[in-house]
């Protein structure tokens, strides 16, 4: 651990992303000295607490960055890719939640369960990303198994919540149950259909394969967490009327043979994983049980009799907090204490 304090900046503070992530720094204890909230001109002015002090929010510009240690930022991929290098340039370490530099060959794409020694790398371009709400879980649960077994292919299917899509999105399924309970017609805005009382197959836009880009951030987030592109991945990821906390089905196909009861044990002695596997006393994880918690949730386990090597097992997280905030806020913590 280390004794100094940091000068930290949360841009896109007024988020739903950015919110959480004050309140990880409060909890996580992160050592800070000084600390800017940034946002929107449209929030310049408004005003956040942190432990019980209130900061006002200013308005994220290219000179918002001297003197500060860590910029933690969560507005948006045009806002990261437009103001995370002025933020390195002046020496500011840039720890980006968004999808902007997630890929980028130079940039490190951080899991602190899975590559905690990737982190070394944000001395290239002084941004490290933070990876996407839907990957993060997953890997967090496939580390052990990759490590004791290796794994050949995943496939996926996710069932998502809207707050991964905003403050907007949450409004929006609130409101169109709302109208929709009380005989109104649902009015779409954030999503091209009615997302309450339904399931949209579509996250993110499609691209020329026939998959969206969320699907292909799975795969190829997934590669360069674990660093191997040998992996073998297909996914369908799914928006789905819950407010909050990621669901995924996932199929591994592993190189060597595990028992359920192998990736059981294996599993629960894991760091950031509990297993709540007792289907038969209706013990399973659920999006309302992982919601306001950093573990990640395992169950369902058992072995797929139709192929070699196959694993069915059913994960849970709060894609708010480890999915987004909780791991940004763990990554900091890994700079401050090992690199700064
Ligand atoms: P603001 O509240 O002023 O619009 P969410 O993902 O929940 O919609 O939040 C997005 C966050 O990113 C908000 O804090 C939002 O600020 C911020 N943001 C969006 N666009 C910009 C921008 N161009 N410059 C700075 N912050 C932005």
């Known amino acids: 651990m280390t004794d100094k304090a940091f000068n930290v900046i949360v841009a896109g503070a007024t988020g739903a992303v950015g919110t959480q992530m004050i309140t990880c720094l409060e909890e996580q204890d992160f050592p800070v000295d000084k600390l800017k909230f940034l946002a929107s001109s449209r929030s310049a002015g408004k005003s956040l607490t942190f432990k019980g002090k ?14 500060f240690d860590i910029a933690l930022f969560s507005a948006g991929g045009g806002t990261s890719k437009t103001f995370a290098p002025s933020a390195a340039e002046a020496g500011c370490i840039v ?47 496939l580390e052990p198994i990759y490590r004791e077994f ?21 409004e929006e399924l609130r409101t169109q149950t709302v109208d929709l309970l009380e005989g109104k017609p649902a009015r779409a805005g954030v999503y091209p259909h009615q ?3 339904n399931c949209l197959p579509h996250i993110d836009v499609f691209l020329d394969n026939g998959y969206s880009r969320e699907e292909m951030k799975m795969v190829n987030e997934t590669r360069k967490i674990f660093g191997d592109e040998t992996i073998r991945i297909t996914a369908t990821t799914v928006r789905v009327p819950v407010f ?3 669901s995924e089905s996932v199929n591994i196909q592993t190189k060597s043979k595990a028992t359920a009861e192998q990736i059981r044990e294996l599993l629960s002695k894991a760091p950031g994983i509990e297993v709540m596997d007792d289907p038969s006393n209706n013990v399973y994880p659920l999006p309302v049980h992982a919601a306001g918690k950093d573990t990640t949730y ?5 072995e797929d009799e139709s ?31 090992n690199y700064l």
């Open 195 to 197: 997302i309450a009382f």
């Open 244 to 246: 909050n906390s990621h």
């Open 298 to 302: 395992v169950g369902r386990i058992r």
């Open 54 to 67: 209130a900061i006002e929010v200013e308005e994220l510009t290219h000179d918002s960055f001297a003197g």
């Open 150 to 170: 290796g794994i050949e292919r995943l496939v996926i299917s996710t069932y998502q919540a809207v707050s991964g899509t905003g403050v907007a999105a949450v």
């Open 95 to 141: 720890v980006d939640n968004s999808s902007a530099w997630r890929m980028d060959a130079d940039i490190p794409l951080v899991v602190p369960e899975v590559n905690p020694e990737a982190v070394a790398d944000y001395k290239k371009k002084g941004i490290i990303a933070n990876p996407n709400c839907s990957t993060i879980q997953m890997v967090v649960a």
């Open 307 to 337: 192929i070699e090597n196959g694993i069915n097992m059913w994960i849970v997280s709060d894609n708010i907090r480890k999915g987004a905030a909780t791991n940004t806020v763990q990554i900091a913590q890994l700079l401050a204490n």
